[in-house]
């Protein structure tokens, strides 16, 4: 089981917005910052959102990152058949001493 | 432009051996944390080790601890992830990822993955 907590799938049709959530605990996301990262199958992930709300350069802002105590969410407005892929919130556990991630969400574009 | 490009990957026995190593390019090596992260077939990603900017420290999952062991070489560019005692459910994609500054800095660049399979 992942130490953080995502929904296994979400879905909107295009141009819609889809907001995905991460659940975690006192010794991840409440006292770090979150990221966000966006996987096809066959590629490498890509870092999507750090430090909770930052886009790297070269996201579109239609990717929006936010926290609040022990969540964190992901949201994507103006959905796009090619934003189809899984995606992943990741954060340090003070705790554990390593990083840990959701278990993923594969989002549908209908 | 930040490179990383992974080799060692394989099939390899259950218990036994095998050393990934991971050639990095673009950035001040030596400035930044380094992890080794896996996916499994039909899995999610998993943290599998990760080193501090000068190696000084290392941070395993319970998965992997005490059979991983993760090191760096600043002055080649290189971090290597020794793996022993390699069971089937250690089967996955191994990517090299540059950290930030410290070890719990986010993930920004990903290498394209290493495929190794443990099978008999």
């Known amino acids: 089981q992942s130490v953080l907590t995502q929904p296994p799938s979400v879905s909107a049709a295009p141009g819609q917005k889809v907001t995905i959530s991460c659940s975690g605990s006192?010794?991840?996301?409440?006292?770090?910052?979150v990221s966000w990262y966006q996987h096809l199958p066959g590629t490498a992930p890509k870092l999507l959102i750090y430090e909770n709300d930052k886009r790297p350069s070269g996201i579109p802002d239609r990717f929006s990152g936010s926290k609040s105590g022990t969540s964190a969410t992901l949201g994507i407005t103006g959905l796009q058949t090619g934003d189809e892929a899984d995606f992943y919130c990741?954060?340090?556990?003070?705790?554990?001493?390593?990083?840990?991630f959701g278990g993923g969400t594969k989002l549908t574009v209908l | 432009e930040v490179q990383l490009v992974e080799s060692g990957g394989g099939l390899v026995q259950p218990g036994g051996s095998l050393r990934l190593s991971c050639s990095a390019s673009?950035?001040?090596?030596?400035?930044?944390?380094m992890h080794w992260v896996r996916q499994a077939p039909g899995k999610g990603l998993e943290y599998v080790s990760s080193v501090r900017s000068d190696g000084a420290s290392t941070y395993y999952p319970d998965s992997v601890k005490g059979r991983f062991t993760i090191s760096r070489d600043n002055s080649k560019n290189m971090v290597h992830l020794q793996m022993s005692g390699l069971r089937p459910e250690d089967t996955a994609v191994y990517y090299c990822v540059k950290g930030g500054r410290y070890s719990s800095d986010c993930l920004d660049y990903w290498g394209q993955g290493t495929l190794v399979t443990v099978s008999s």
């Open positions: 990741g954060t340090w556990d003070s705790s554990l001493s390593t990083g840990v």
């Open positions: 006192s010794s991840n996301i409440e006292i770090n910052h």
């Open positions: 673009g950035f001040t090596f030596r400035s930044y944390a």
